[in-house]
């Protein structure tokens, strides 16, 4: 993880030194050991016998990455106050959250495995708590193709957003990505179909964290009752709340 506590209060890894320690997690309160190398970034690790179950521990380096990428872009964005990265919210601990027009936002890049279960059970979090919430994966060149493969949990962000998954490009811009139906070829024995496997993305015109809104959904299917932060103008469907 790349922020835990010392007597000062909330510290990153990389703007302290061993001296300013000891460092605490603050989630389960236990040391934690701060690391700085020549190959990976700084950040802090539990001890070897700890059993906290934060989920910023263990992250790869591309994850950790992204996070400060987006946090530096964020506190030069006029307007947003209160960036911060793992920000400590008891049961969960986005990877960047920030304060804009008072509205806590709470930012999710999804680079793990989490399961689409897990991202459920995170969003009805931050919901309960009043928070908006953005789920973003990384862009992938793959996304050029007219063919793509989505995971289980990129199809689930899709349904969530209203039929978009907002894919992290750089700094605080993100490509809004819908999936268009793919059809197979048509064969000897049968005609054309839609596949079932595969999508078509459908790159939209990028947007700017900032420039999002929170948006409350309805409860849909396997879908919780949702605080999302995402296009604004989104508002006009259906499964939205006035």
Known sequence: MLSACNRHGDVLADEVVLEDGPFHCPACLGQVILKKGHIKLP???????????????????????????????????????????????????????????????????????????????????YTRKNI??????????????????????????HTMYFGKVYYWFEGIKLVPVKFEEYTLASGWYSGTRRSKRFVSPSRLPPVFIPDLAPVWRKPWHDLPRAKLWCEPWIKSSQNCID
């Open 43 to 125: 950040h802090f690790a539990h001890l070897p016998d700890a059993e906290c179950t934060s989920p910023n521990e263990g992250e790869s380096e591309e994850h950790q990455l992204a996070k400060l990428e987006i946090y530096e872009a964020l506190l030069r964005t006029p307007g947003v106050t209160e960036v911060r990265l793992e920000r400590y919210l008891q049961e969960v601990r986005p990877d960047v959250s920030f304060v804009l027009n008072g509205e806590l936002v709470a930012v999710e890049i999804q680079l793990s495995l989490l399961s689409r279960d897990q991202i459920e059970w995170r969003t009805k979090t």
């Open 132 to 157: 908006a919430v953005l789920w973003t994966p990384s862009f992938s060149r793959d996304l050029f193709q007219a063919r793509y493969a989505p995971k289980d949990w990129e199809r689930y962000l």
